[in-house]
């Protein structure tokens, strides 16, 4: 097929456009806009325990990781799913900034799971460590501050080796943290009313409606169904005025530049506002008419539906991204139909959002260099993979210090979007690729997730705070992620700090690992005394204090380059951190 382009001159092109290798993948799934969207449903907390030290409340939760089953095609048997509560995308947390919680999570499936909170500065015990695994039987109790910015958080599996069919199979689900700031804005809201979140994945099934798995492909599983919150191709309806869309791709290998078209008539694509990223508020809206979004990013929405009263509005998705299979319908995902009544809206989209909090500029100096690759047919980092336990600790970040990291994609065709665990980091610069661009809504406020489409360099910028620590970086393309694109950087302990907490340096410390499920660990008194032990210890209570520390020490110290520097494959290769156990299994 042979279609006309224009250039980025303007200039017309005639450019190759190649077919479709095969309509369907897997079964062909024929029910386009036919079925309503689902929202997944709120969790609730089993109990509020207080924190012994702060006074405040710790909200206590149970979520049980269940075999389930769901009907997918009307004409064929149900899929065989695994999930949080037994549903898929699991329930939504609602989460007020300051209420500290504690998510028991118990595994009553066959496959051990980790459980990491995407967006959270967990402290490593409690940040899913890919090792750090819960098998059937075992539960674990994961401590989460929610002290941070206003922000679409998600939980997913991260367990080593199997993340992708994990995540797949139905473990990924939001987790909402609201704060008074942003509620000030009088944005659309009211979750599943106004505020409205859409878990996109991609999958792919068998013919009698089960699930392809994931298992034994090395590359990618790009899936001919989209769904959205579970459902393929749904319909949602929605009345004539705003809403608040939460975006968030839930797939294991597929990137998204999604637009808004009329259903029927005019086929441009539709302007709309998007007011937050990974980490919540931008400093104000960026209006454009399509969006990037790939694997565990974020970004938040304002599309206002009031001149499309009683009309089909299509939210579609580009063909060729990155270097992504399409199929027959991967270029549509859902369609809003827009109810003919006319409302009253007083919500509003202010020009001026957020003070988003950037990290002090660091300087131009590159402190750590990345190579994402393909190396044999491997996927690797600076050619280490997870495995390499001797040497994958690929970076020592002094706690407290800012620090440019260069996250280059030198694996021919490939993309990947890289998520560095524990820090927000700004976006700086992107060179090759999509013409050198950061978009407008990468670049004003601040992510954990960067997408490296083909041959492109990103640098990113964090404060590598408040805590110290070891801590996962990697592609989330989970299928390149299982298969040792994966590594960690240290956050160093400060030994002349002077401040004195309790060390949640090792992800794999002993008392925070996995226990077996018995009647006794769950009783309230059991409960209420392991929470109290837990929040004794003080991992989170002194954050602003923390922070005031770090500033102050450095304020005094120098820094010292202590990791390896650009380019040093050789260096990185022979790095240990000597005495962190995480680095000797
Ligand atoms: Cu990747």
Not at 110 to 129: E, F, I, K, N, Q
Not at 153 to 182: K, R, S, V
Not at 390 to 419: C, F, Y
Not at 460 to 474: C, I, K, L, R, T
């Amino acid at each position: 097929m042979i279609a006309s382009l224009f250039g980025p001159l303007g200039l017309a092109i005639l450019s190759a456009v190649p077919a479709l290798a095969k309509d369907w993948e897997g079964q062909a799934y024929t029910w386009l806009y036919q079925f309503p969207m689902p929202i997944p449903p709120v969790k609730s907390p089993a109990m509020t325990i207080t924190n012994p030290v702060t006074g405040g409340p710790i909200d206590y939760y149970e979520v049980y990781i269940n075999h389930f089953q769901q009907q997918i095609y009307p004409n064929k048997g149900p899929a065989d799913m695994v999930g949080y509560d037994g549903i898929a995308p699991g329930p939504t947390f609602l989460i007020e900034k300051g209420r500290e919680s504690v998510v028991r999570f118990v595994n009553n499936a066959t496959m051990a799971t980790s459980v990491h909170l995407h967006g959270s500065y967990s402290r490593a015990p409690w940040d899913g460590w890919a090792e750090d695994v819960t098998t059937s039987g075992q539960f674990k109790d994961y401590y989460y501050p929610n002290s941070q910015s206003a922000r679409f958080q998600w939980y997913h599996d991260h367990a080593i080796d199997h993340t992708a069919e994990n995540a797949y199979f139905g473990q990924a689900g939001g987790y909402i943290i609201h704060d008074p700031a942003e509620d000030a804005l009088n944005l659309p809201s009211g979750y599943g009313i106004y505020d409205i979140p859409l878990i996109l994945s991609a999958k792919q099934y068998k013919s009698n409606g089960k699930l392809f798995s994931p298992a034994s492909e090395t590359d990618s599983l790009y899936g001919d169904v989209i769904h959205v919150n579970g459902q393929p191709w749904p319909f949602f309806n929605v009345q004539p005025r705003k809403y608040r869309l939460r975006f968030l791709d839930a797939s294991i290998s597929r990137t998204f530049r999604l637009y808004f078209q009329r259903s029927t008539g005019s086929t441009a694509k539709i302007p709309f506002q998007v007011i937050a990223s990974d980490a919540g508020l931008l400093t104000g809206p960026v209006t454009t008419d399509n969006l990037y979004i790939s694997m565990a990013e974020r970004y938040e929405v304002v599309f206002d539906f009031s001149t499309f009263a009683g009309q089909n509005i299509t939210l579609r998705n580009y063909e060729d991204v990155g270097q992504d299979d399409d199929y027959l319908h991967t270029d549509k995902v859902m369609r809003f139909v827009v109810s003919s009544t006319p409302v009253t809206d007083t919500s509003v989209v202010p020009t001026a959002l957020a003070t988003v909090d950037f990290p002090t500029p660091a300087g131009p100096t590159v402190d750590h260099h990345f190579e994402f690759e393909r190396t044999n047919g491997e996927w690797r980092i600076n050619d280490i993979g997870f495995a390499d336990v001797a040497n994958r600790v690929l970076a020592n970040v002094p706690r407290g210090t800012v620090e440019l990291w260069e996250l280059e994609n030198s694996s021919g065709g490939w993309s990947h979007p890289i998520h560095i665990h524990l820090v927000d980091f700004k976006v700086l610069s992107r060179q090759n690729g999509r013409g050198n661009t950061v978009y407008a809504y990468e670049s004003q406020g601040l992510k954990d997730v960067v997408w490296l489409g083909p041959g492109e360099t990103v640098k990113v910028e964090a404060h590598y705070a408040p805590w110290d620590g070891v801590y996962m970086f990697h592609c989330h393309n989970l299928i390149h992620e299982d298969h040792e694109m994966m590594a960690a950087f240290n956050v160093t302990k400060l030994l002349d700090l002077g401040y004195a907490e309790t060390d949640f340096r090792d992800p794999m410390e002993g008392r925070w690992r996995a226990e077996a499920v018995t009647p006794a660990k769950f009783t309230p008194a059991a409960i209420t005394e392991k929470v109290q032990f837990m929040a004794n210890l003080q991992p989170y209570n002194n954050v602003d204090e923390v922070m005031e520390e770090l500033d102050d020490y450095w304020a005094t110290h120098k820094k010292r380059s202590v990791g390896p520097a650009k380019g040093d494959k050789v260096k990185a290769r022979r790095m240990r951190i000597e005495g962190n156990r995480v680095n000797m299994m």
